[in-house]
C-alpha cells in the first residue's frame, strides 16, 4: 500500500497543479459533462488521499460509474493536454477504486 500512497501522492500533485482544459468546461462528450466528472473523480480521490488510502463504498462505486463514463469519453480526445489530463484522472480513480470493499 505505501507504493500506492506514493504513485497516488504523485498524480494527486501533478493533478492539482494542472489547470482543467479550458475548452472542457463546456465540452459534453458521449453525454458526460466533462467538468463534472472531473469533480467527481477528483473529489472521490481528495478522500482517498485524505483517508490514507481507503473509500467508502458509495465513493468506490462512484469512482467505477465515473471510470466508465471516462473510458467511453477517451476515445473521443484528440488534443495532446486534455488526453494527458483526462489520462491521469483516469490513473488516480482506477487506483483509488481497487481499494476498499466492493459495492453492493
Not at 466528472?37 to 480521490?45: K, S, W
Not at 478522500?47 to 467511453?72: C, F, M, P, Y
Request: a negative charge.
Amino acid at each position: 500500500m505505501s507504493e500506492q500512497l506514493a504513485v497516488m501522492g504523485r498524480l494527486w500533485q501533478e493533478h492539482m497543479r494542472t489547470p482543467f482544459p479550458a475548452r472542457l468546461h463546456s465540452v459534453r462528450s458521449a453525454g458526460v459533462e466533462m467538468a463534472l466528472l472531473d469533480a467527481a473523480i477528483a473529489g472521490c480521490v481528495s478522500v482517498w488521499h485524505d483517508n490514507g488510502g481507503s473509500l467508502d463504498t458509495e465513493r468506490i462505486g462512484t469512482l467505477r460509474k465515473r471510470l466508465a463514463e471516462l473510458d467511453q469519453v477517451l476515445p473521443l480526445i484528440t488534443e495532446e493536454a486534455e488526453l494527458r489530463y483526462l489520462e491521469r484522472l483516469r490513473q488516480l480513480a482506477v487506483l483509488a477504486s481497487d481499494t476498499g470493499p466492493n459495492p453492493a
